[in-house]
């Protein structure tokens, strides 16, 4: 079975500082996505960046950037420059067999 | 184009009364899937379908039915339902496999 893993409940990060959230996963699959999603108070579920399994190099886009260490089984999302938008529930989703999402990290962005 | 759309956006219930919830996509895509949201627990998944025609069980399936008849149209049925079964409820779709998915806004259920 997939498992992710969110170890922080509640993450906080002053506005145009870098904070990382971490996640990690256990799958037996050897082809996979992983994701970052992002949540704002507006429920709607937003894609924050994706990393191919098969691939080495680490997936960025724009002020978002994340560490995927496959021997490991972590895939942590760095945001730098974090903006007050930022502010937002952040999951954490390996797909294989099916979607599987973690618990999920609260971001605050403090002015 | 819409993207996903979910109706209605929230809905009270009481125990044992049934409902649908309506998802719809007009992404031509062939994946879709219905997620429940409870407080820390992340998504989990319900129920998927791979193509018109065909679905299976997700992680959480039990006291809801699905099908699908067309490419668009993935409505959820609660068959009786139950305070446990209050949750936020999500639709999505992606092109083809488990690979980005995009999601409907969500449905508040409240069962009382």
């Known amino acids: 079975a997939q498992t992710v893993t969110q170890s922080q409940p509640e993450m906080s990060v002053q506005e145009a500082e870098t904070v990382t959230l971490s996640c990690t996963y256990d799958?037996?699959?050897?082809?996979?996505?992983l994701f970052w999603y992002k949540q704002p108070p507006s429920r709607q579920m937003i894609l924050v960046i994706r990393?191919?399994?098969?691939?080495?190099q680490n997936a960025t886009e724009n002020r978002f950037s994340v560490n995927f260490q496959k021997a490991a089984k972590s895939f942590s999302l760095k945001i730098s420059d974090s903006q007050l938008g930022d502010a937002a529930m952040y999951f954490c989703?390996?797909?294989?067999?099916?979607?599987?999402f973690g618990e999920g990290t609260q971001l605050t962005v403090n002015p | 184009n819409a993207g996903v759309t979910q109706t209605p956006k929230f809905q009270v219930l009481k125990t044992g009364q049934s409902m649908t919830l309506q998802c719809a996509q007009d992404?031509?895509?062939?994946?879709m899937s219905w997620y429940r949201q409870d407080p820390g627990m992340g998504l989990r998944l319900i129920h998927y379908?791979?193509?018109?025609?065909?679905?299976d069980q997700g992680e959480v399936p039990n006291g809801y039915n699905v099908s699908r008849s067309t490419t668009e149209d993935f409505p959820l049925r609660l068959l009786s339902a139950a305070p446990s079964q209050t949750s936020v409820y999500f639709c999505?779709?992606?092109?083809?496999?488990?690979?980005?998915?995009?999601f409907g806004p969500g449905t508040r259920l409240l069962v009382l």
């Open positions: 999505a779709s992606s092109i083809g496999g488990w690979e980005t998915q995009y």
């Open positions: 992404m031509n895509h062939e994946y």
């Open positions: 990393q191919e399994a098969y691939k080495q």
């Open positions: 379908s791979v193509g018109a025609g065909i679905t």
């Open positions: 799958t037996s699959e050897s082809d996979y996505y």
């Open positions: 989703a390996q797909s294989g067999s099916r979607l599987t």
